[in-house]
């Protein structure tokens, strides 16, 4: 699956409850992304990690938590206070022994309120 | 930081035409740019990327284009094919973090 793989493909949340979506690759690959993508607005950045036990907000990183304890597995917690959390999102992940690398993109977690 | 913006939205060309999709951006300091295309219900995949110490590269039917005095990049597809139906992303980065544009959904007719 190129190397990074996202869980589950299709998630369902309640109103109030927390989800976590995994993310795990084993390109030892140095920085880890978590992007959403809505129809029309592209993709945006909600958190970013460059090393173990090390990450940075992104652009809308309210209502959203990670954790970086492994270099290969860099999970996303969706919480009750993100407000709209239907969307599709994205893992990708680069190494940064090579500058400006292309990202490689998991295949991407479908979340839906239910 | 980055802002990326990408025109236009939507592009419908006949099966044989060409396809341009154009970008500009905002920091000076951005120094790579790839473009990605998406399939409906697929992940991103990486079609050409650009450095800024280049003006241009192409890669058979598909071409980029850099104009860093005016912060804008193209992306120019040839001959274009039924399979080239998709959504285009461009992005830019200093370094290590990628700021996408908002999108181009192409639709090639045949």
């Known amino acids: 699956d190129g190397g990074i793989t996202q869980s589950p493909k299709y998630l369902f949340r309640k109103e109030g409850q927390n989800v976590t979506l995994s993310c795990e690759q084993n390109?030892?690959?140095?920085?880890m992304y978590w992007y959403r993508q809505d129809p029309g607005q592209g993709l945006r950045l909600i958190y970013y990690?460059?090393?173990?036990?090390?990450?940075q907000k992104g652009d809308i990183a309210e209502g959203y938590s990670v954790s970086r304890e492994k270099k290969e597995s860099f999970p996303l917690t969706v919480t009750s206070a993100q407000k709209n959390p239907t969307a599709f999102y994205l893992c990708?992940?680069?190494?940064?022994?090579?500058?400006?690398?292309?990202?490689?993109f998991g295949s991407g977690t479908r979340l839906t309120v239910v | 930081g980055e802002n990326v913006e990408q025109h236009p939205s939507t592009l419908s060309v006949q099966e044989g035409d060409s396809a341009v999709i154009k970008c500009t951006y905002s920091d000076s300091a951005s120094n790579y740019f790839p473009w990605y295309k998406q399939e409906l219900g697929k992940r991103p995949q990486l079609i050409i990327d650009i450095r800024s110490n280049v003006g241009e590269k192409k890669d058979q039917r598909i071409a980029v284009t850099l104009n860093k005095t005016a912060k804008h990049f193209s992306l120019h597809i040839t001959e274009t094919q039924p399979e080239d139906s998709a959504v285009y992303f461009c992005a830019a980065s200093n370094d290590y973090k990628l700021s996408f544009g908002a999108g181009t959904t192409v639709t090639v007719r045949a």
């Open positions: 990690s460059q090393i173990v036990n090390d990450f």
């Open positions: 390109l030892n690959h140095d920085a």
């Open positions: 990708a992940s680069h190494s940064e022994g090579i500058p400006n690398y292309g990202y490689t």
